[in-house]
């Protein structure tokens, strides 16, 4: 069973920080290329970030260049966010989604995790 499991969501003040984890179980940490979105009410799902394998390579949204950061723990089967700065504008469904390669859209992944929540307000 492949499976994905986002957690560290959370309420917090503009301004401040969090960081999402995520960890796979059965086969679903074979991915090479692990990524993750984002989905505010009554919107699509964004792209945030992704990295491949071993760290070797990331992608951002611009709007989160500088201020979000994506790693990955290959020993620990776990990825990471860490959202730095958060804005109103970050609040959201978070999820992480593991495929091939690193790309910015939905469609090149193949599994996915159920969500977090993030709720950026002061």
């Known amino acids: 069973q492949v499976q994905l499991a986002e957690s560290g969501g959370g309420v917090v003040q503009p301004g401040g920080s969090l960081r999402l984890s995520c960890i796979g179980s059965?086969?679903?940490?074979?991915?090479?290329?692990m990524a993750w979105f984002r989905q505010a009410p009554g919107k699509g799902r964004d792209f945030v970030a992704a990295?491949?394998?071993?760290?070797?390579?990331?992608l951002y949204a611009d709007s989160v260049k500088g201020r979000f950061i994506v790693s990955r723990d290959d020993t620990k089967n776990t990825v990471y966010l860490q959202m730095n700065n958060l804005q109103p504008e970050d609040t959201a469904v978070y999820y992480c989604?593991?495929?091939?390669?690193?790309?910015?859209?939905?469609?090149?992944?193949?599994?996915w995790g159920q969500g977090t929540q993030v709720t950026v307000s002061s």
């Open positions: 990295i491949m394998w071993s760290g070797t390579r990331t």
């Open positions: 989604a593991g495929g091939q390669v690193v790309a910015p859209t939905s469609g090149m992944y193949n599994t």
């Open positions: 059965g086969r679903a940490y074979i991915r090479p290329a």
